[in-house]
């Protein structure tokens, strides 16, 4: 239901309200959960909006922007109600409202999304009202993202008191400050003496102190603000005090986890609340048919809830499905043999994009389709089976390359690059600012300048080589596959959701750990009618201590439906999609035949083994199940 009004007088501006969800809202009904919609009224125009109705919920998502034409005096009224009682009497259904009268308006505008506190209509109604809502305002010719929810509670109830606060009387700001503006267009403030952000003016603390008659406003999560090399600034660091190198890393790691947890936060109020997104394939054709189908979907279509199903098995997809769909599919679409992808090195095998991908005239087709599948599982908490070159994940951060970049991807180029810059090369070395490389065989040259092939490297201008061939090296020819690959993640991932990440995080964000901890497994197993002294435990771990770390990864792979570790370790192992937090590795000892394989439930991360009467036996039978057995089933 909407009514835009009339108004239109050149004293008016257009703003775009958008209303993005309510939380926490209060339950009135012992039985039953409201039906909440959200209604905004512009005071005295005539311009009148209502959301979508959400039902049963406390939690209620919207994402539903409206024009509203807002004069000098004007002012917004967004209350929140519960459509199953407001049919009842006058003001039945009340869940409670904002008033955003006119100076709060143009604070408010085009500074992202703000999560506000709901109040009542009368401060004498004796309803109870609890909870916020998360609102952006921005001036029509400003609309983008809406940038980080903000908690602005308290920032209402000072109206009276910072309205009449101009430039002017704020002064210029302390020393060390320095004031910015995000991708979206937000201004935030850096603190240089303590390394750390806030969105709030520190200069409105001082006014605020100095007529006692505010409460101080809630800061937006901080950042560490770090160099391009020193991090990707932190959400969460504190004040920027000594500590040993032990409460560095204890802090950056804490730090990481809960940037982790904003993320995901973010990603969450994206997802739909109805409606899933569907894949169905064969294991034969797992490329091919996953190609088709999530290239046919939109990127909303693919932000539904996941799953997947193998054509010819009766499987639920409670996670683990997905988590063998995605590790199958990484294993053939990452694979060099297709030509989308190359080894850095021939004996470094972390991945990079193939300059010579053009031999398939769909290939940035086809590396769109790897974006959104690489953004496919951050969004739905799953992990990329495949490892890329560092550089790579600096470039999906916009970050420059560097000349130290290639140090883990080629060695022996780095090395040589650097002795370049570290002896004189007068009438040592005959190069010219032209390079060779090897394309299906055949030797094709590159000038890095116009006419390069003509221009020697000398002493003055051997910095400049460096430079332009290190950009090369990362960059040759791959500019059009790298960013269909970005757009297709950037369609699920927003790009500036990823600010606070370092090229490191990200790299851990996509693909998890690697490497297996044994111990933190250990730790971080549950038991189910067993003990850690049972026979079969202790063989479980003795069998697992002898593997290879590649046949471990299978063991893995084959209990919980991937090779990959999330990066707080095996205690943050996910499970069933519907649980409500981590699902531990399980190893549940059942009353089976001896002769019976060990069965796995990847959807809850578990391995249910027979009581084997031997170490051998046990070996021999998880060996089998593990290399030898694919496929899902319903109990």
């Known amino acids: 239901m909407s009514n ?164 002017e009387e704020l002064g210029p700001l302390p020393v060390g400050w320095e004031v910015r503006s995000t991708v979206s267009g ?12 806030q969105f709030t003016d520190p200069r409105l603390h001082t006014i605020i102190s100095q007529q006692s008659q505010v409460k101080e406003s809630s800061q937006a999560p901080q950042m560490d603000v770090g160099g391009e090399e020193g991090g990707g600034g932190g959400v969460g660091g504190g004040g920027g005090g000594g500590g040993g190198d032990g409460d560095v890393a204890a802090r950056y790691e804490r730090d990481l986890v809960h940037k982790l947890k904003l993320l995901r936060h973010e990603l969450s109020l994206q997802q739909p609340q109805a409606g899933h997104c569907r894949i169905e394939v064969s294991r034969e054709e797992i490329f091919e048919e996953s190609y088709r189908q999530i290239m046919k979907m939109r990127p909303k279509d693919l932000k ?190 927003p790009q500036h959701l990823l600010k606070p990440f370092d090229h490191k995080e990200l790299e851990l964000i996509i693909g998890g750990l690697g490497k297996i901890d044994l111990a933190d497994w250990k730790t971080n197993t549950r038991l189910k009618h067993c003990t850690s002294e049972s026979n079969v435990v202790r063989w479980f771990w003795q069998a697992v201590e002898a593997f290879s770390e590649e046949r471990r990864g299978r063991l893995l792979q084959f209990v919980t439906g991937s090779t990959r570790v999330p990066l707080q370790g095996f205690k943050a192992l996910q499970g069933s999609t519907g649980s409500a937090g981590p699902r531990l590795f399980t190893i549940h000892l059942i009353d089976a035949n001896t002769d019976n394989l060990p069965k796995a439930h990847t959807c809850f991360n578990r391995i249910d083994i027979p009581p084997y009467e031997s170490y051998e036996k046990l070996y021999e039978k998880l060996l089998t199940a593990v290399e030898e057995t694919c496929g899902f089933a319903v109990e």
């Open 186 to 197: 937000r201004i935030y403030f850096v603190d240089h003496n303590n390394r750390t952000t």
């Open 304 to 493: 539904k809830r996941l799953m997947v199903k193998f054509r010819g098995e009766e499987g639920l997809d409670y996670g683990g499905v997905a988590r063998e769909w995605l590790y199958l599919l990484c294993h053939e679409m990452l694979n060099p043999y297709y030509g989308l992808f190359q080894y850095s090195t021939d004996n470094i095998y972390t991945l990079q994009i193939n300059p010579d991908s053009s031999i398939n005239p769909d290939h940035l087709s086809y590396f769109h389709f790897v974006g959104r599948v690489m953004g496919l599982a951050v969004f739905h908490g799953h992990y990329i089976n495949g490892s890329f070159t560092l550089p790579f994940y600096k470039q999906l951060l916009g970050k420059p390359i560097q000349l130290n970049d290639l140090e883990t991807t080629d060695p022996e180029l780095h090395k040589s690059l650097v002795w370049i810059l570290e002896n004189d090369i007068t009438s040592v070395l005959d190069h010219t600012f032209c390079v060779e490389h090897n394309a299906f065989g055949k030797f094709l040259q590159h000038e890095l300048k116009p006419n390069g092939r003509n221009i020697p490297v000398t002493e003055e201008n051997k910095k400049e080589y460096v430079r332009l061939y290190v950009n090369w090296r990362f960059m040759r020819g791959i500019e059009a596959q790298f960013l269909a690959l970005q757009k297709g993640f950037s369609e699920l991932i």
């Open 4 to 167: 835009p009004g009339t108004r239109r007088n050149g004293s008016s501006i257009k703003i775009r309200l958008t209303v993005l969800c309510a939380k926490n809202l209060a339950k009135k009904d012992f039985f039953r959960l409201p039906d909440p919609f959200a209604k905004v009224v512009v005071d005295g125009s005539g311009q009148c909006h209502s959301t979508d109705t959400v039902k049963s919920t406390l939690d209620p998502k919207w994402n539903q922007h409206y024009d509203l034409y807002i004069g000098k005096t004007d002012s917004i009224t967004i209350s929140i109600w519960n459509h199953k009682k407001i049919h009842k009497r006058q003001g039945a259904g009340f869940l409670g409202c904002i008033r955003l009268l006119s100076n709060a308006i143009s604070r408010l505008k085009d500074t992202g999304y703000q999560r506000l506190d709901l109040c009542k209509l009368n401060p004498s109604d004796s309803d109870a009202v609890r909870g916020q809502i998360v609102v952006s305002l921005q001036t029509r010719d400003r609309i983008g993202s809406g940038g980080p929810v903000v908690d602005c509670r308290g920032l209402l109830e000072n109206d009276g008191d910072l309205a009449s606060v101009s430039c």
